[in-house]
């Protein structure tokens, strides 16, 4: 039997399937995310939280297919990408694999380079490819396994930052536009415990550890103070994050971003070159500085 403090309920296995499908639906469809006739895109990485994502899209039958993006992290990506690989190879569901070394460096490689935290490129990284893959193949939608513990822990970053450009964009759907594929957050409602327990039950065996790189990431920081706040006041999270949805959310004004094609690969971009490919020009130039002369 599983007992849900926020939720107030004491489930069996059986109903709690049952639960988590019904939840997923009802979010699908408060958010009009996409609709049944839509060819979805989900983004997996071998955790809990996207594996259960796609295998609940498909046990609701929606169309959907998965993309692993391999971002060269030694041991932590192999192990990733063999547990989307057995998932996928399991329900007979169709996995493509996008490998970044080939499309630009490994992720420890532009580490080597970059100044900045590897989870902000990293996060940029993974965006672009998600949404040029998706164009390229025309997926309507791309869908990803964030969660109630991500989003909420990224709303009280921007809300103590009053961060207003994110705060205008933080909400469970993204619609398609200049260049970009709607992006959707199935997931927002659950928790990571919920996720994981709905993956433990329907057998879905999925990477336990986190990313080497996130390590000391404020996120994770965040997480554990609502952490703390939930088990003191159960429903602490989901309140914070739907309140903001339907009270404050409706009242910012996203400033339009005036968009263009990228000079060099053509993906929607604010400036002349997009940021990932004045990435791969540094990346280049490095690589010629540090090469032995003719």
């Given amino acids: 039997m599983v007992y849900l403090s926020q939720h ?4 069996c296995k059986e109903h709690y399937i049952e639960w988590y499908l019904k939840r997923v639906e009802s979010t699908i469809k408060e958010f009009r995310m996409f609709e049944r006739k839509d060819k979805v895109l989900v983004a997996v990485s071998g955790g809990k939280d996207s594996l259960s994502l796609w295998d609940a899209l498909q046990r609701l039958g929606y169309r959907a297919e998965g993309l692993y993006i391999d971002l060269g992290i030694g041991e932590y990506s192999q192990r990733s990408r063999l547990a989307c690989e057995r998932f996928a190879r399991e329900r007979g569901l169709e996995l493509y694999v996008l490998e970044l070394r080939k499309e630009i460096a490994t992720i420890p490689e532009i580490k080597e380079v970059e100044s900045r935290p590897a989870c902000s490129f990293c996060g940029q990284l993974k965006r672009y490819y998600m949404n040029r893959f998706a164009r390229e193949k025309s997926y309507h ?15 009280l970053s921007n809300v103590l930052s009053w961060n207003m450009g994110y ?3 933080q909400f469970p759907v993204l619609l398609e536009g200049d260049g970009f594929v ?7 409602k659950f928790t990571e415990k919920e996720n994981a327990l709905y993956a433990f039950l329907s057998g879905i065996e999925y990477v336990e550890e986190e990313c080497p790189f ?3 990431a404020s996120s994770i920081e965040y997480k554990r103070i609502l952490s703390q706040i939930e088990e003191k006041s ?5 309140r914070f994050y739907m309140d903001f949805l339907r009270r404050l959310h409706p009242l910012l004004r996203s400033e ?8 060099v690969c053509g993906e929607p971009t604010s400036a002349e070159v997009c940021s ?3 990435l791969r020009e540094r990346l280049s130039s490095r690589l010629l500085s540090s090469s032995p002369s003719s």
């Fill in 234 to 238: 159960p429903g602490t999270k989901l």
């Fill in 214 to 216: 996130s390590e000391g």
């Fill in 141 to 155: 939608v791309i869908a990803t396994g964030h969660n109630l513990d991500d989003e909420s822990a990224t709303l």
């Fill in 256 to 263: 339009k971003v005036n968009l263009r094609p990228c000079r």
């Fill in 276 to 278: 990932v490919c004045r």
């Fill in 182 to 188: 709607r992006k959707v957050k199935p997931l927002v």
């Fill in 167 to 169: 705060l205008s964009r």
């Fill in 8 to 11: 107030r309920l004491s489930l």
